[in-house]
DNA sequence: CTGAAAGCGCTTACAG
DNA sequence: CTGAAAGCGCTTACAG
């Protein structure tokens, strides 16, 4: 069968221990012995059973990651491109990723979380749907745990955030710089903080100019496309506006489309800036202006900073903030 | 500490032996005791250790994907799409799943599969780079091999793939019997069996169409947008056409924003038909017709397969090719 | 500097 | 129908 740290044992006429401590360079090893045992193992062709490690260790050299991404959702790149991210480093580092799918729904998230817990991995990565409160801490094992995208309160852990509220301010005081004071504001729905922090943003942006808040010109819908077209629909034809922020990547799809589908001029006669900097964002007409979030870098973010607490688990939680940027392009 | 299967049989006055059948449902246990078991379950608040288990039993009930994204190719939503169908299907069966990224890089590729031999998965599902080869048999552990997307020969395991050959043919055709006669083919490099099968699709097209194949109206290029967008320029300043058919996603959105920068009238100057339906394809103008792929479906499929070869690996290897179909939008 | 041995938490023939 | 015990392949105090 396969060969095992007994047999590399008895080839290189050493014991098992030495063997481990060859492999894991956990103890010094004269070169002359190292040199044996390498050579068995090589000559066996050994390979370690990570199983059996993490078994005695304790630790699993996995990290868990749970995303939200709805089932038809099929381009949410801003995930994708966080995974990319997390897998970058971690297996730079010699981690592995086990990845599983909350589709936003709590439930299933809760049953993710247990499953993890039975594989024992040594800490998590995960975008917490709203079902994730302070009754949640006993669902989770003894590992550390970094949040990102969103940020639960009450539940301790580090976080990695991209700030919503500063980029939704970025872009629409963009567009009251341009001399837009009817702006309009669609998002998803409020219980994911995200959608809530860019809201914010977008309040404080009008303040900040001196600018009336009108309830009629914000659109709560879904996080998806067909959410993007409806909200867009409703807002335009039952208010004056000028211009509209779109705080979210799939609804931005949504409202380019309608207006597109509908021949309304961007900027002429709407003025548009989306969220989250897809490819097809550069090659529409006009290409659309959008906030971009670095992805790739929270999920690299993430990822560091899980190894960092794994190394030492006595420093307290630490938050990440980063900034996204305004892509000017020609829709406002 | 945690409680253990040990602690369990204590609180329930039965053998370890018995609690373990009562979890696994591997052998008649009368209601009674196992009754009693559940409730110490329960009452201690036992999770199972998989990795003992795994290390005992000898399968992890996890199962490793390798997928080819390149480092800048955030937007690849057809792996994205094909994950999520093999996580839904795998977490369903109580099935793990590792991920890793070979980015299309051969050596790369090697070190994540040693990385999953070691971790003892129960089979392996990946799109292999063109490094994959008859010699890499060795490579594998002794798990059961899905591939898809691209198959490599000589290499034994089962496949899903999307018929990249009837996949060009059914563009290509529709471009001709548009009346189209000189039609460009632009795609990635060669060493990629799927553009080979749709540049064989294109061939195929042509000659049961009685149409001469012209070399000067192929271009081969990378595998991303800044590449389709200089072979469409290439192609198009040196070469009289009608129509191009893009064999993949990203050269798609290179191609067409070549001709969007260069206002060419798509479908009256250039009529063109892209690879893979993305978002963003149904809202540029006008809207891209495609060839779409079952990507979800591919995962979905990959999976079942996957669990089925583990029951009963005796089984001969079979292949599975989906088709893709043509979305007929605005741009031919 | 190296080795003998216990033990991580399970499963699984085997015996009764 | 249930239990005692071996063993999966490692790591890690401990002794020398």
Redesign the interface.
């Known amino acids: 069968m396969t060969t095992r740290i007994k047999d590399v044992a008895k080839e290189a006429g050493v014991s098992t221990a030495t063997v481990s401590h060859v492999i894991n360079d956990t103890k010094f090893v004269s070169d002359e012995v190292k040199l044996k045992v390498e050579e068995a193992m090589k000559r066996l062709q050994y390979?370690?059973?990570?199983?059996?490690r993490?078994?005695r260790s304790r630790k699993?050299n996995?990290i868990g990651l749970i995303v939200p991404?709805k089932?038809n959702d099929?381009?949410?790149?801003f995930f994708?491109?966080v995974?990319?991210g997390i897998?970058?480093v971690l297996?730079k580092n010699?981690y592995?990723?086990?990845?599983?799918?909350s589709h936003e729904d709590p439930i299933e998230e809760i049953e993710?979380i247990?499953?993890f817990?039975?594989?024992?991995i040594d800490g998590l990565i995960i975008a917490p749907t709203s079902g994730i409160t302070r009754e949640s801490c006993g669902l989770f094992g003894h590992y550390p745990i970094v949040f990102f995208d969103r940020r639960p309160e009450g539940v301790p852990g580090d976080w990695v955030l991209v700030d919503g509220m500063k980029s939704a301010y970025r872009g629409v005081s963009a567009l009251i710089e341009k001399g837009h004071r009817k702006i309009g504001f669609i998002a998803g729905r409020m219980d994911i903080p995200t959608s809530n922090d860019r809201f914010n943003g977008y309040r404080k942006a009008l303040e900040d100019y001196g600018i009336g808040f009108n309830e009629d010109y914000i659109r709560i819908g879904d996080l998806n496309?067909a959410s993007g077209y409806e909200m867009t629909k409703e807002l335009i034809s039952q208010e004056v506006i000028t211009a509209v922020f779109v705080a979210n990547n799939?609804m931005s799809?949504g409202a380019?489309?309608y207006l597109?589908d509908n021949h309304y001029d961007i900027p002429g006669d709407i003025a548009l800036i989306g969220f989250d900097d897809?490819?097809?964002t550069?090659?529409?007409?006009p290409p659309l202006s959008v906030i971009r979030q670095p992805?790739?870098e929270v999920g690299r973010r993430a990822a560091e900073i899980m190894l960092k607490r794994i190394k030492r688990s006595d420093s307290i939680c630490q938050g990440h903030l980063l900034e996204a940027e305004l892509i000017v392009r020609g829709s406002f």
Chains 1, 2 share one sequence.
Request: net charge positive.
């Open positions: 390979i370690p059973n990570m199983v059996a993490s078994l699993s996995t991404i089932t099929n381009s949410n790149n994708l491109s995974a990319n897998e970058e297996s010699g592995h990723l086990l990845v599983s799918n993710r247990k499953m817990n039975t594989q024992r496309g799939a799809l380019v489309k597109k897809y490819e097809w550069g090659i529409v007409n992805s790739c």
